[in-house]
C-alpha cells in the first residue's frame, strides 16, 4: 500500500547529539515537506523539496538540514540537538497535479516526536 | 503572502449534533484551494474536505460541508450529526494553485471535543 513513512515516532535525545529523522515514500512523488508543529500545534513549513538534488528552506526557520538524493527518501538531520528543538516534525509528500482525490496528492506521515533534553 | 486564520482556539458539542467552524485567509491570488485537514489524537494528518476557489458550488462530503464564501475570504467547515470519533485537531488550509511548490498555509487549529 502507498504510503509515507517516519522514523522513530518517538525520540527523547540529550543536548549536543546529532540526529536523524527518516521520511520515505512509496508513491513516487516528487514533491516532499518537512513541517513542524509546536506545541501549541501550530504548522510551518521548515523545508521542502521538487525532486532529486532539490531542497529549500520554507516558511520557517529552522537549524535543521535535509537532503534528497533519492525521490523515496527525505531526511531531516540536526547536528546538535538543543531543547528549542523539541517539536513534532510531519513529513508530507505531493503529485504534480491534482492528483485523484483532487487534493494535490497530499499525503502525511505519523510524525516524529523529538523532546530535546 | 498568503495567512489563515482560525479564530476559535476550542470547541465543543454534543454528540449529533452540528457545529460550525470558522476559517478566514488572505491573499491576492485569485486560483487556490482551500483545504480542511483533521488530526485526532494519533497524529495523523488527514483531508477532510477540499475546495476549489474557482468553483462557487460548496464542497460536501457525507457530514462535511463548507461555506465559501469567496469575497469575504471565508471558509468554514460545517460537521452534521457529530460523532465522537471527530474529535481532532481541525486546521484549514491554503495552497495557491499552479504553484509550483504546492506548499500548504495552515491556520493555528481548532481543538473539537464532541460530547457523549
Known amino acids: 500500500e502507498a504510503d509515507i513513512y517516519q522514523t522513530p515516532r518517538y525520540l527523547v535525545i540529550g543536548t549536543g547529539k546529532k540526529i536523524t529523522l527518516e521520511c520515505s515514500q512509496t508513491?513516487?512523488?516528487?514533491?516532499m515537506y518537512w513541517y513542524q508543529q509546536d506545541p501549541g500545534m501550530e504548522l510551518h513549513l521548515i523545508h521542502y523539496?521538487?525532486?532529486?538534488?532539490?531542497?529549500e528552506k520554507g516558511d520557517l526557520s529552522s537549524e535543521s538540514t535535509v537532503s534528497r538524493i533519492r525521490t523515496e527518501h527525505f531526511p531531516l538531520t540536526l547536528e546538535s540537538a538543543r531543547p528549542s528543538h523539541t517539536s513534532q516534525y510531519l513529513c508530507?509528500?505531493?503529485?504534480?497535479?491534482?492528483?485523484?482525490?483532487?487534493?494535490?496528492?497530499?499525503?502525511f506521515g505519523s510524525g516524529t516526536r523529538l523532546t530535546v533534553v | 503572502a498568503q495567512t489563515v486564520t482560525q479564530s476559535q482556539p476550542e470547541m465543543s458539542v454534543q454528540e449529533a449534533e452540528t457545529v460550525t467552524l470558522s476559517c478566514t485567509y488572505d491573499?491576492?491570488?485569485?486560483?487556490?484551494?482551500l483545504f480542511w485537514y483533521k488530526q485526532p489524537p494519533s497524529r495523523q494528518m488527514i483531508l477532510v474536505i477540499r475546495q476549489e476557489a474557482y468553483k462557487q458550488q460548496n464542497a460536501t462530503e457525507n457530514r462535511f460541508s463548507v461555506n465559501f464564501q469567496k469575497a469575504a475570504k471565508s471558509f468554514s467547515l460545517k460537521i452534521s450529526d457529530s460523532q465522537l470519533g471527530d474529535t481532532a485537531m481541525y486546521f484549514c488550509a491554503f495552497m495557491n494553485y499552479g504553484g509550483a511548490t504546492n506548499k500548504l498555509i495552515f491556520g493555528t487549529g481548532t481543538l473539537l471535543a464532541v460530547q457523549p
Open positions: 508530507a509528500s505531493s503529485t504534480l497535479g491534482a492528483g485523484p482525490r483532487g487534493d494535490y496528492g497530499y499525503t
Open positions: 523539496s521538487y525532486g532529486v538534488n532539490s531542497t
Open positions: 508513491m513516487g512523488h516528487d514533491k
Open positions: 491573499t491576492s491570488e485569485n486560483n487556490y484551494y
